[in-house]
Every structure is written in C-alpha cells, then in structure tokens.
DNA sequence: ATAGATGCAAAGAGTTTGCATAGGT
DNA sequence: ACCTATGCAAACTCTTTGCATCTAT
C-alpha cells in the first residue's frame, strides 16, 4: 500500500499549484521550501507513482526533456514561449489531422507545439517579466 | 577550411540516402558499412557541421532524441509509427494555427508530430514489416 | 513491528570534449 | 608541411537503481 508521505505531499502540491508544466529540477527547488532536505531521485521516484495513478500527466515538448503537470484530462496542446522557455497550456485544437497523412497510413494521436511570445514577453524581445526562472538560462 | 573526409561523406550519404529521419546511432551503424571504425563522435561532430552549414536538420519529436534527415526546406510535420517507431515526413499542414493561442500571445511557428500506423504496420498490430531496425527495440 | 519511502551515492544512457595521432590539402 | 578531422577515453547531464536507514501505518 502507498504512504503519504510529507516530500509526497508536498511534491503534488507544487505541481497542483504551479500555472505550467515544470520540470523535476523545477519540482525539486520549489518542493524544498516545503521539505528541506528532499532528494532528486525521491522526485522523479514520486513523479513516477503519480503518473501511474493518473493524478499528472507527462508534458513531452521536442527537444526537451519531460514536465509535469495536474492531470486534466481534456485533450489539449501546449505553447511555448521562445523569450522565457516557459510552456503554457493550450485549449484550443485544429481537429481533424487525419487527413494529413500519407496515403495507407492511419491517424491515432497527435502532438501540438506552438511557438512565440507569450503576455508577459510582447514587448520585452530578450528577457521575461520574471514570474519565474528560466528553463535555460 | 573543412576537409572532405571519408567519414563526413559516408555519414552525410547515409543521411541521404535515407527516406526517413535517423538517430545518430543508427547513421553510425549504417556509416560503418562504409568505414569500418567509424567513431560515435565523429558521428556527433559532423552532425554538428552539417546542420551548421544547413545540409542537414534536426528532427525533434516530443519526449524522443534528436533524429537528422537531409535539409529539404519546405515546411513540413512528422508521423511516427507506433509499431515501428519509424519516423516520416508529411507535407501537409492544418496552416492557421495563431488563432488557438491564447489572448495576448503571438505565434510564430509550431511542430505537429502524428502518431498511428505507418502503411507497413497496418495489418499487423505489434511489428513492422521489418525494413530497418526499431528505435525502441 | 513491518513494509514502503527516503537520501545518498553509484550506475546507466546519451552527448560532448580533451588529446595524441592520422590524413586531407 | 600544416592544420583539420579522427578515435579513444574521460567528462557531463539527466535519469534510474542499490542499499542502509527512517517512518507512516
């Protein structure tokens, strides 16, 4: 049986809470506020249980390595912001790909990235408002 | 100056010669059958050169390492297999993609990928047909 | 009390870099 | 001859695993 333990706790909070997909180092910084002496593997440990009892969901941007976000199950895409390196959820679906792929090949899935600048970074062309840190910095 | 070295030709042939994105260890596989003690970083490094001089381009799929494929610039997506795990090309694109972003953000670009089964795996649900190798074996 | 969870450190996988040598030009 | 490119091995980053200890139940 699973225990619920403080750095579990703690560990789903800052994903529940946080506005964006973050990454374990991310998880990690925030979770210690929380539990001082959490170690690394503890998160990806806890990243991993949480995800196969479906309480997050895995957020795969090419080219990057994995974040993880509150499981909402509607199917959504995700936007990232080429100033801030953020990534923000999107709501919105072209639909219909299916029709996109070469003939004899069938459509079960599919993954959406939109690039460009988020609010925060319009008018700003080399650096985000600050909210929160950097993914590269 | 660079210096066209048998190593650097037969990758970039490789790569060419390929109808679909590789990973850097399936160009050395192929490359070493034509230098036999073709070395992982010299794979890397001349990967590097060529995207460098544009001859070649990235291909990044969500939560999956770079693949490489000949620079042809149109615009285009990927389909993955799901069988296979065999990446293609797919020359079309739902365009109009701005507009599913969120007020107040710009888009400036975007990457689709598509999953399902490739013509090979139709019929049959749990192996390719076997022309090369899979990824995720 | 007991079995799952933690933290540390070591082990893996993928990619990059340093260095002496080989080989284009 | 010169100087870039190569191959090997070590370094690096990200993620996973082994193990002794801790702790929720």
Redesign the interface.
């Known amino acids: 049986m699973e225990r619920l333990t403080r750095q579990r706790s703690a560990l789903f909070a800052v994903i529940e809470n946080a506005q964006r997909p973050l990454s374990p180092q991310e998880v990690l910084e925030a979770a210690r506020h929380e539990v001082a002496g959490l170690g690394l593997a503890t998160v990806y440990r806890n990243l991993k249980l949480l995800l196969e009892e479906g309480a997050i969901a895995?957020v795969?941007?090419?080219?990057e390595s994995?974040r993880y976000e509150v499981a909402h199950h509607a199917h959504h895409?995700h936007?990232q912001c080429?100033d801030c390196q953020r990534v923000?959820d999107?709501h919105?679906?072209?639909g219909d790909?299916a029709?996109?792929?070469?003939?004899?090949?069938?459509?079960?899935?599919?993954?959406?990235?939109?690039?460009?600048?988020?609010?925060d970074c319009?008018g700003s062309p080399a650096q985000g408002v600050g909210h929160m840190g950097h993914s590269h910095p």
């Not at 029709?99 to 609010?119: D, K």
């Open positions: 895995t795969n941007l090419p080219g994995a895409h936007f080429t923000f999107v919105q679906c072209p790909l029709r996109l792929a070469p003939a004899g090949f069938s459509v079960a899935r599919h993954e959406l990235t939109l690039y460009g600048h988020c609010a319009q």
